[in-house]
C-alpha cells in the first residue's frame, strides 16, 4: 500500500512541478515535456534523459506499470466480446449454437431475430436472405469460402478469425496463426483468445510461449470474453493467488459464464470465497441471463427443441 502511495505522491508532484526528471529542466516555450510511455509518473524532455534515468527510474515504473495493468485487466466489462444482436439489439448468448454467423456481412445474429426472419420469408413465400444484409443465402460451401475470401482481403477482423479458425482446423498452424494474429490486431478479441491457445498448446510453426499465452488471454479478458477470463482465473487458483482467481471469476460470471459460477460456488464451500462477493456474483450472473431473454429468443428455443427432441442451456 505504501508503494501505491509512493507513485500517487510522485504523480502528483510531477503534475504540479513540469520538468524533466533526468535534467531537471522545465517546460517553457518551445521546450516540450513528454510522459513516460509505462507508468505516466514522471516526463522526459528527450530520449536521451529517458535513457539516462532509466538505471534511477526502471524498478518504480516496472511496479506502476503493474497497478496501471491490473487496474486495467479487473475492470468489469460492460458486456462480452460479442456485444449485441445488430436486429434486436439484445445481448448475444454466449453459447455459439444461440446465434449464427453471417459472412455476407460479417454479423453475428441470434437465434429469434434468424427465426423471425424465416418465418417471415416463409409467409412472403420469398427467397432465403440474410436477416441484416438482405443478400440471398449463399448456395454453397465454396460461395461461403468466396464470400469469406473476399472480407478477408477488405482486412474483416470477422472474416480473417473465421478464415483462422478454418485453418486451424485443417491442422495448417502457420496460416491460422497469421490470420489469427491479423485479426487481434484490429481488435478481434476471439482472435486473442485463439492466439492464447495455440501459445499454450504449441503446434506446427507456433512454439509454447508462457509470457504471449497469458497476454492474449488478459486482451481478449479485458474485452469481455468469459472463457479467457475464466482461464485467467484458473491460471491463477493453480499458481495459489486466489484472491486474483475469484476477482476474474466473479467478472466472468457477471458476464453469464456458467463455469466461473460453479467455481465460486466452490470456492464458497471450501472458505476462500466471501458469501457476500458469491451473492454479488450470482446476482450479476443472473442479471446478465436475463438481458439475453426474448419472446422471440424462446420461441427460436422451442423450434429448435421440437426440431432436435432436446434442450440446451439459456445462456
Not at 99 to 122: D, L, P
Request: hydrophobic share 30%; charged share 35%; net charge negative.
Amino acid at each position: 500500500m505504501k508503494s501505491t502511495d509512493d507513485n500517487l505522491e510522485a504523480k502528483e508532484v510531477a503534475d504540479v512541478v513540469k520538468c524533466c526528471a533526468s535534467c531537471g529542466i522545465a517546460e517553457v516555450d518551445e521546450i516540450k515535456l513528454k510522459n513516460c510511455d509505462a507508468c505516466d509518473l514522471v516526463r522526459y524532455c528527450s530520449d536521451k534523459c529517458q535513457q539516462d534515468h532509466r538505471p534511477n527510474h526502471e524498478a518504480v515504473c516496472k511496479e506502476r506499470a503493474a497497478e496501471l495493468r491490473d487496474e486495467l485487466l479487473f475492470r468489469q466489462p460492460e458486456s462480452s466480446h460479442l456485444g449485441d444482436c445488430p436486429i434486436c439489439f439484445l445481448p448475444l448468448q454466449l453459447d455459439s449454437i444461440k446465434y449464427v454467423k453471417y459472412f455476407c456481412c460479417s454479423k453475428e445474429i441470434c437465434n429469434g431475430c434468424t427465426y423471425a426472419n424465416m418465418n417471415r420469408q416463409m409467409v412472403e413465400r420469398s427467397a432465403l436472405e440474410c436477416p441484416f444484409c438482405r443478400q440471398p443465402y449463399s448456395k454453397s460451401k465454396e460461395e461461403d469460402h468466396r464470400l469469406k475470401k473476399k472480407r478477408c482481403e477488405a482486412n474483416d477482423p470477422f472474416a480473417l478469425r473465421e478464415e483462422g479458425r478454418t485453418n486451424l482446423i485443417d491442422g495448417d498452424y502457420e496460416r491460422a496463426f497469421e490470420y489469427l494474429a491479423k485479426a487481434a490486431e484490429l481488435g478481434d478479441m476471439e482472435a486473442h483468445y485463439g492466439l492464447s491457445l495455440l501459445y499454450r498448446e504449441g503446434g506446427e510453426g507456433v512454439e509454447k510461449d508462457k509470457g504471449k499465452e497469458a497476454y492474449h488471454f488478459e486482451e481478449a479478458a479485458i474485452g469481455g470474453h468469459p472463457d479467457a477470463r475464466h482461464m485467467l482465473g484458473c491460471n491463477e487458483c493453480e499458481n495459489g493467488r486466489l484472491n486474483r482467481a475469484v476477482k476474474h471469476w466473479i467478472i466472468a460470471a457477471k458476464l453469464g459464464d456458467d463455469e466461473s459460477i460453479q467455481r465460486l460456488k466452490e470456492g464458497f464451500k471450501f472458505g476462500y470465497v466471501r458469501k457476500e462477493d458469491f451473492a454479488t456474483a450470482l446476482r450479476g450472473h443472473q442479471a446478465a441471463v436475463d438481458a439475453k431473454k426474448s419472446p422471440q429468443r424462446e420461441e427460436a428455443e422451442k423450434h429448435a427443441s421440437r426440431a432436435w427432441g432436446g434442450e440446451s442451456s439459456s445462456n
